[in-house]
């Protein structure tokens, strides 16, 4: 197997690697900032601050930057001088602090929250998905998702979803309008929580399936939030790859010049007090054998 490579250390907790532009993005949890750097980790920049903690990142048509606000329920939209002002308040639709997101080419942002307060120990809960369309507009697309996590969107159009406390991915297929239909299981890995007490519910994850990212043969690599690895799917649940790291894998995603560097985002764990005392994260990456394909 390919050597596993540090890219970025001494980082609080890192989420969300996006590949754009020839440069790998990631948003920092407890540091509050969105960061870049070029495939071998040198060039740092801080791209972004953001207070109440950023999380997914995606991309207008026009190039502007998308960056999900957790605390404040909002999507921030970077402009060309650098300046961020809010895209969408999503406060109002929402019943847990905003998640991953992913943008379609047209600029509409689908975007999950967590439901519950999962820091706090709160009983899990399904929510909702929604879509917030380029002018900032926000509709509810899709209900009953255990904690909608990492997301792509196929070549051909089909959005997939992370379900973290589900133990499966969802597919659906993107209509013209943004609209979601055909809603269908595309992996499963157990079955759905039977008990809503936050430990219990944890103990019955197979898989627990965080931040992805898509690659050309239609196989998505998964971060597995419980199990310390990056896995790699095929539609129906099959396990392909795995690459044990040693430690958390909270998200992954294919990019690099040639879109064959895996890159995961690793930590001790997801412990909000322990991640934000220390600086013990790093942003991984190892070589794999097919390169990305669709969105993010």
Do not use: K
Not at 20 to 32: K, L
Not at 122 to 142: C, F, H, I, K, Y
Not at 199 to 228: F, K, M
């Amino acid at each position: 197997m390919p050597e596993i490579t540090t890219v970025l250390s001494d980082m609080s907790y890192l989420e969300c690697p996006r590949w754009h532009e020839g440069r790998i993005w990631v948003s920092d949890f407890y540091m509050h900032q969105v960061s870049s750097a070029r495939e071998d980790g040198s060039d740092v920049r801080v791209e972004a601050d953001v207070p109440a903690q950023p999380s997914g990142l995606g991309w207008l048509p026009d190039g502007r930057l998308l960056i999900i606000s957790q605390h404040d329920h909002t999507l921030l939209r970077r402009e060309v001088g650098g300046s961020l002002v809010t895209h969408a308040d999503l406060t109002d639709h929402v019943s847990g602090d905003l998640n991953d997101m992913v943008v379609d080419e047209q600029g509409r942002a689908f975007v999950g929250n967590f439901g519950f307060d999962l820091m706090a120990g709160a009983p899990v809960e399904p929510t909702v998905l929604l879509r917030v369309d380029p002018e900032g507009s926000v509709t509810q697309v899709a209900d009953d998702l255990w904690f909608p996590n990492g997301s792509v969107i196929t070549d051909d159009g089909v959005l997939l979803v992370d379900e973290t406390f589900g133990n499966r991915i969802t597919a659906f297929d993107i209509t013209a309008d943004g609209s979601l239909e055909n809603r269908r299981v595309w992996a499963s890995f157990g079955e759905l929580p039977t008990q809503r007490d936050l430990q219990t519910a944890l103990g019955q994850l197979v898989v627990g399936p965080d931040g992805c990212g898509l690659d050309a043969e239609g196989a998505l690599w998964v971060a597995d939030a419980l199990g310390g690895r990056a896995i790699r799917v095929r539609e129906g649940g099959e396990i392909a790859e795995e690459i044990a790291v040693g430690s958390g894998v909270f998200a992954c995603m294919l990019g690099g010049e040639d879109g064959r560097t895996l890159f995961l985002c690793s930590a001790p764990d997801f412990d909000r007090t322990a991640r934000s005392a220390a600086r013990e994260a790093n942003l991984l990456s190892i070589r794999v054998d097919v390169p990305h394909a669709g969105l993010p």
